[in-house]
């Protein structure tokens, strides 16, 4: 784990950006009006994450990207615009959920109102704090396919992935390339008891031409499991920019 070994205190989180308003690109909500809580860190290294200066100090300088800011000042920049939705995601978040400032984000969130889902890679399990039944919260899971290059012990959690299915709050999105990606996510679904109509399939890529690609050779693939083709709306509209 990367980026979140600084000495916690109870007021602040280790956040690599906060933005919005934007849309949520990804995953069921897609379309919505969202703003984003980008925390760093992560313990997984995929070969094609796309927001690796949240964790990857051999390519970034994690001391320049990341910086451990008053969870106040995280929730006021979240809320800039009055967005119906706040995501947030890494990295990986639920690694902060044993620092007080986690807590604390989830219900300043809840106090204003506020949507609140957590994109997550399916291998830490949510505290009992943070399934709270009274903050409401959602989450989108990406659990990891062998195509990211992370060890099948690394990305598969049996036990996470039950707890997040058991919980009710969980929808399920695979990064895909390929029509076997697509396949091997549907023995994934089985396994788990995931359900087919609670699963989007996302086409890998950080540019349009890439998206549109994968997007058609995947498509009759995830029709034929009874999937959802999800898009990453966000690339499709401003490309591979941060802060979007």
Same mark, same amino acid.
Request: hydrophobic share 40%; with cysteine.
């Given at each position: 784990?990367?980026?979140? %070994?600084?000495?916690?205190?109870?007021?602040? *989180?280790?956040?690599?950006?906060?933005?919005?308003?934007?849309?949520?690109?990804?995953?069921?909500?897609?379309?919505?009006?969202?703003?984003?809580?980008?925390?760093?860190?992560?313990?997984?290294?995929?070969?094609?994450?796309?927001?690796?200066?949240?964790?990857?100090? %051999?390519?970034?300088?994690?001391?320049?990207?990341?910086?451990?800011? /008053?969870?106040?000042?995280?929730?006021?920049?979240?809320?800039?615009?009055? /967005?119906?939705?706040? #995501?947030?995601?890494?990295?990986?978040?639920? *690694?902060?959920?044993?620092?007080?400032?986690?807590?604390?984000?989830?219900?300043?969130?809840?106090?204003?109102?506020?949507?609140?889902?957590?994109?997550?890679?399916?291998? #830490?399990?949510?505290?009992?704090?943070? *399934?709270?039944?009274?903050?409401? #919260?959602?989450?989108?899971?990406?659990?990891?396919?062998?195509?990211?290059?992370?060890?099948?012990?690394?990305?598969?959690?049996?036990?996470?992935?039950?707890?997040?299915? &058991?919980?009710?709050?969980?929808?399920?999105?695979?990064?895909?390339?390929?029509?076997?990606?697509?396949?091997?996510?549907?023995?994934?679904?089985?396994?788990?008891?995931?359900?087919?109509?609670?699963?989007?399939?996302?086409?890998?890529?950080?540019?349009?031409?890439?998206?549109?690609?994968?997007?058609?050779?995947?498509?009759?693939?995830?029709? &034929?499991?009874?999937?959802?083709?999800?898009?990453? *709306?966000?690339?499709?509209?401003?490309?591979?920019?941060?802060?979007?």
């Amino acid at each position: 784990m990367t980026g979140v %070994s600084a000495p916690a205190t109870a007021d602040t *989180l280790v956040a690599s950006e906060v933005f919005g308003p934007t849309v949520q690109g990804e995953g069921p909500t897609a379309g919505r009006r969202a703003s984003f809580v980008r925390l760093g860190g992560c313990n997984l290294a995929c070969s094609w994450c796309d927001t690796p200066y949240t964790w990857d100090g %051999s390519r970034y300088d994690l001391r320049a990207e990341l910086a451990r800011k /008053p969870v106040r000042d995280i929730v006021d920049r979240a809320l800039v615009g009055d /967005p119906g939705l706040v #995501v947030i995601s890494g990295g990986e978040p639920l *690694l902060h959920q044993h620092q007080p400032g986690w807590t604390r984000l989830l219900w300043a969130l809840r106090r204003a109102g506020v949507d609140i889902e957590i994109e997550t890679n399916g291998t #830490v399990a949510p505290t009992p704090a943070t *399934l709270n039944i009274d903050l409401n #919260v959602r989450f989108n899971v990406s659990p990891k396919l062998a195509h990211s290059g992370d060890p099948a012990e690394r990305r598969i959690r049996p036990e996470v992935l039950t707890a997040l299915v &058991e919980s009710a709050r969980a929808s399920f999105k695979f990064v895909c390339a390929t029509p076997a990606d697509v396949d091997e996510a549907a023995e994934l679904v089985h396994r788990y008891e995931m359900g087919p109509g609670n699963v989007w399939i996302s086409p890998e890529g950080t540019s349009v031409d890439t998206i549109v690609g994968h997007t058609k050779i995947l498509a009759d693939r995830v029709v &034929e499991h009874g999937f959802n083709l999800g898009t990453r *709306l966000h690339v499709l509209a401003w490309g591979n920019e941060r802060g979007r």
